[in-house]
């Protein structure tokens, strides 16, 4: 069934307004939100799903208060020091898409360890998206194109779409083809944007830490309804469009 169903990114939002609608704290919003991720991955690999990207913490969320950023460190590391063997046990392969550079020492180096030990799992490619911009990263991928040029080991008109993409966090993963944004908000947040040209896109109103593995198969049932076009004419029976 999810033969034409490689890839789904999540954009988990509405944390610190469910937790205020409670009365309680942003960070309370963010505790139950990763709960809800941990349902979501195990979801995910339970259906065979190939590749899961979840956008967690943006580029700009840096700009939050301290507190609400380190109590995110917090749970972050803690979350790795938890589910590292958990994931390693349901054959999932742990990635982190953004400026890893930027994290904290300690969760510099959980990541690494958690990467490391499930880099040979052949279940589900799990991305997490931390520290992840995507405007920030189409300007690393210039940047190294254009290092490659000036050293001699490119030429002008070898970059590409492929080469571009070959240059981004995301290289080796298939575009996403279903996004799905939570909390009723209609817009990417510097996700994937270069990954998202044809992306189906879903959003639901379900804030974050209310989000259900129903919710989640609504989405794909929503996806596997679409006839994606690529900007073609659609013939019901081609072979390469199914
Ligand atoms: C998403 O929830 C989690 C992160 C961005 C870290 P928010 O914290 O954005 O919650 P709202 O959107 O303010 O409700
Ligand atoms: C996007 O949500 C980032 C994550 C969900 C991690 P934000 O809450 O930061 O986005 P805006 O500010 O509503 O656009
Ligand atoms: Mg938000």
Redesign the pocket.
């Known amino acids: 069934m999810l033969k034409k169903l490689q890839h789904v990114a999540v954009i988990?939002?509405?944390?610190?307004?469910?937790a205020?609608l409670r009365g309680k704290p942003?960070t309370y919003?963010?505790v139950k939100?990763a709960r809800i991720a941990k349902k979501i991955i195990t979801h995910a690999a339970d259906l065979k799903l190939k590749n899961l990207t979840l956008y967690?913490?943006?580029s700009e969320?840096w700009f939050r208060p301290e507190g609400e950023v380190s109590f995110?460190m917090l749970l972050l590391g803690r979350y790795l020091k938890k589910e590292s063997q958990n994931l390693h046990k349901k054959n999932i392969r742990f990635d982190v898409i953004g400026e890893v550079n930027k994290l904290p020492d300690n969760i510099q180096k959980a990541i690494h360890q958690t990467r490391e030990l499930t880099k040979n799992n052949t279940g589900l490619h799990l991305a997490f998206a931390i520290s992840y911009g995507s405007r920030q990263e189409i300007v690393l991928a210039a940047q190294a194109l254009a290092e490659k040029v000036k050293n001699g080991e490119l030429k002008v008109d070898q970059i590409t779409e492929k080469s571009i993409s070959d240059n981004l966090m995301t290289a080796g993963t298939p575009d996403p083809d279903l996004i799905i944004r939570t909390?009723g908000?209609s817009r990417l947040s510097n996700f994937l944007m270069w990954q998202a040209s044809y992306s189906e896109l879903y959003f639901s109103p379900v804030?974050?830490p209310d989000y259900s593995v129903k919710d989640f198969n609504e989405a794909i049932q929503y996806y596997l309804g679409r006839e994606r076009r690529f900007g073609k004419v659609f013939q019901k029976n081609e072979e390469s469009f199914v």
Not at 12 to 18: I, K, L, P, Q, S
């Open positions: 988990m939002d509405g944390n610190g307004r469910w205020q942003r919003g963010h939100g967690a913490f943006s969320n995110l909390s908000e804030l974050w």
